[in-house]
């Protein structure tokens, strides 16, 4: 039975944004996994309901079915060890730290920057959905929500601990990279997808990582398509 | 030949207020490690010249002398394995990070809370080291720099992926504290000894956190002296 990994796309069925699932298609490649895209769309909650979940993504291997993203990095460090994402004991919690890290701080500040490329990369049939809850969720419009100069002054803010890390060894995990790296870089490869705003200036010493971390895994970040590929997508 | 630890203190000899030595205290009491104080001043250079360092804390430990608050937890591993501190590999370079976030994220917030505090806690003879390296440092002059108001709401930001891995689990290292749980508590420490402002409501996942790290080791934390202990200091 082939290995399938249920992922969020846009516009095109190529055009895959989400964070989560870019954290588990580098995990997969880590562990020098394969996996079909099934493509998903945020109203198509009947086609996960086999999963008894609501959101991408899912992995299906073999004989097991796993929701939630850092879920699915524990899964494969269990099925298939060679080549630790997570590890065990403090390794692991101390690897969680970067999933929120990723989560509540750089998100919400790429969020503010990148919000209406997003809305513009999405398929047309899931726009009101995700107008109508993420603007619940802001408690105001994504227009009002909207704003690249606060976005940016507030990643700026939160990379302050990434360059710390980064000016010390080439990946977040030292010399070579593993779960805390595709926990961040998911976010990253997120606002990329989407968008071409600039969020690390070159000078930046996350700037360099983020380039290592396209690369890695046979240019997996690299080859990805952009929204900016697409023909007259890019607005 | 007894171990020492040179440590930072203020207007008491006891009152003991450094983030950096703090670490090491707690790391100390992890493995069941006694060390006898060397009070240490912000300008007695001289006093560490031995070490070939200009700071604390600077742990001597039979004929090792070991500088730098990461270094000295790297040395009690090497020395003592029994319960690690950072650990090795993955779990190394993931500490790491919460040293960078501590000193990046959480003490500059902390900083401008505090800063005015922390100037009437240090030793009179320190004051005009103290505010000469940090104007220049801040590029204004530390009655500028000073700014509750923006501290605390700098500080609420940057503990945001705190409160995520607190919800998970009791320590920042999981079930029982370890590096990650002192390298960034240490900042706390500082801020606790020197002042009395409320950096984290009880409402907040950190402050169940703080409450029980101050009870680790016998009440290491708690027992500590304050300069509110001290009659007439705070002002």
């Known amino acids: 039975m082939a ?20 954290r588990v298609r580098y995990a997969l490649a880590h562990k ?15 086609a996960l309901a086999f999963a008894d979940h609501d959101k991408v993504p899912v992995l299906v291997d073999g004989d097991s079915t796993v929701t939630d993203s850092y879920e699915i990095l524990r899964y494969l460090d269990r099925a298939y060890p060679g080549t630790p994402l997570l590890g065990e004991g403090m390794a692991e919690s101390r690897a969680r730290f ?3 890290y990723a989560e509540r701080a750089l998100q919400p500040a790429m969020m503010r920057t990148i919000i209406m490329d997003l809305l513009n990369a999405i398929h047309p049939k899931d726009r009101d959905y995700f107008r109508e809850t993420r ?16 976005g940016l002054a507030q990643l700026d803010a939160a990379l302050a601990p990434l360059r710390g890390q980064l000016q010390d060894s ?14 961040v ?21 996350v700037y360099g990582w983020l380039e290592r971390m396209l690369e890695l895994h046979d240019g997996l970040g690299q080859k990805a398509m952009r929204v900016t590929d697409i023909e007259g997508a890019y607005r």
């Open 3 to 22: 290995r399938v990994l249920y992922e969020l796309c846009g516009i095109d069925e190529g055009l895959l944004f989400s964070p989560y699932c870019w």
């Open 32 to 46: 020098g996994l394969e996996a079909e895209t099934r493509p998903w769309y945020f109203t198509d909650k009947q």
């Open 98 to 100: 970067f999933k929120h």
């Open 135 to 150: 603007e619940k969720r802001f408690g105001r419009t994504l227009e009002e929500f909207h704003s690249p100069a606060k």
């Open 170 to 183: 080439d990946f977040l995990d030292g010399a070579v990279p593993a779960a805390a790296d595709y926990l």
């Open 185 to 205: 870089f998911g976010s990253f490869m997120w606002a990329r997808i989407v968008s071409s705003a600039d969020l690390v200036s070159n000078a930046d010493p």
